[in-house]
């Protein structure tokens, strides 16, 4: 299971570089997700809460929206829950629209004994709602559909955002793997920090204690592949 090393993260301070309706809708899907993310593991509010090391009430808080939870926070809850980072995109039981993905099953069988078939999947550019986090953070999901053991999305961090406060580090399962295309974004390591321009990329063992941080004067966008061990 994940584990995180941070504490409640107070808000970064900087002005969020994202439209205002984001912000109003955003946060509310999450906090309603994990929710329901919660409820389906049958683990108790209060049960979460120590696991995170923070109060029922900042749980119930991050449930109801009125609070974002910071992008250590969110992979946290996740990994408290044992459900993937993709669960969060897939807000469609929490009373949002579902997507006008038009899957395209394969034409051939699986063959008996074998694992179960993959099928085509198209998502439009626009269907999937990215996830509004602490600081204006935001998270969108770039597969069409959740893959087992894989998480693929795309963050983007706001001048002066970070993914934890207080020099806080994140550990988590997997491997990722990370492109920037677009603007600025240091990778903070407890002994050692990587800047990060567009067209630059970065592998690293997400267990290795890491903080993103955009210390530009732009937004930074990155693409990244998480693929879990």
Same mark, same amino acid.
């Given at each position: 299971?994940?584990?995180?090393?941070?504490?409640?993260?107070?808000?970064?301070?900087?002005?969020?570089?994202?439209? $205002?309706?984001?912000?109003?809708?955003?946060?509310?899907?999450?906090?309603?997700?994990?929710?329901?993310? =919660?409820?389906?593991?049958?683990?108790?509010? =209060? +049960?979460?809460?120590?696991?995170?090391?923070?109060?029922?009430?900042?749980?119930?808080?991050?449930? =109801?929206?009125?609070?974002?939870?910071?992008? /250590?926070?969110?992979?946290?809850?996740?990994?408290?829950?044992?459900? %993937?980072?993709?669960?969060?995109?897939?807000?469609?039981?929490?009373? +949002?629209?579902?997507?006008?993905?038009?899957? @395209?099953?394969?034409?051939?069988?699986?063959?008996?004994?074998?694992?179960?078939?993959?099928?085509?999947? @198209?998502?439009?550019?626009?269907?999937?709602?990215? @996830?509004?986090?602490?600081?204006? @953070?935001?998270?969108?999901?770039?597969?069409?559909?959740?893959?087992?053991?894989?998480?693929?999305?795309?963050?983007?961090? %706001?001048?002066?955002?970070?993914?934890?406060?207080?020099?806080?580090?994140?550990?988590?399962?997997?491997?990722?793997? $990370?492109?920037?295309?677009? /603007?600025?974004?240091?990778?903070?390591?407890?002994?050692?920090?990587?800047?990060?321009?567009?067209?630059?990329?970065?592998?690293?063992?997400?267990?290795?204690?890491?903080?993103?941080?955009?210390?530009?004067?732009?937004?930074?966008?990155?693409?990244?592949?998480?693929?879990?061990?």
């Amino acid at each position: 299971m994940p584990t995180d090393e941070i504490a409640p993260d107070p808000a970064p301070g900087a002005a969020p570089d994202v439209a $205002g309706v984001l912000l109003e809708t955003g946060h509310e899907g999450v906090g309603a997700r994990l929710r329901e993310l =919660r409820l389906a593991s049958g683990m108790s509010l =209060r +049960a979460l809460a120590r696991e995170l090391g923070i109060s029922a009430s900042a749980v119930s808080q991050i449930e =109801r929206g009125a609070m974002q939870p910071s992008v /250590g926070r969110l992979i946290a809850m996740v990994g408290a829950l044992g459900v %993937p980072l993709s669960a969060v995109f897939d807000t469609t039981a929490a009373g +949002a629209s579902a997507p006008a993905s038009t899957p @395209v099953p394969t034409p051939v069988p699986p063959t008996e004994g074998a694992a179960p078939a993959i099928t085509t999947a @198209v998502v439009r550019a626009g269907e999937v709602a990215p @996830v509004v986090l602490e600081g204006g @953070v935001l998270f969108r999901r770039l597969a069409p559909r959740p893959v087992d053991a894989v998480d693929f999305f795309e963050s983007t961090y %706001p001048p002066g955002a970070t993914s934890t406060a207080h020099r806080r580090f994140l550990r988590h399962d997997g491997v990722e793997i $990370g492109t920037v295309t677009q /603007g600025e974004l240091t990778v903070e390591f407890e002994d050692e920090t990587v800047v990060l321009s567009a067209g630059d990329a970065i592998t690293f063992p997400c267990e290795r204690g890491h903080r993103m941080i955009n210390r530009g004067s732009t937004r930074a966008v990155a693409t990244w592949l998480i693929v879990h061990r």
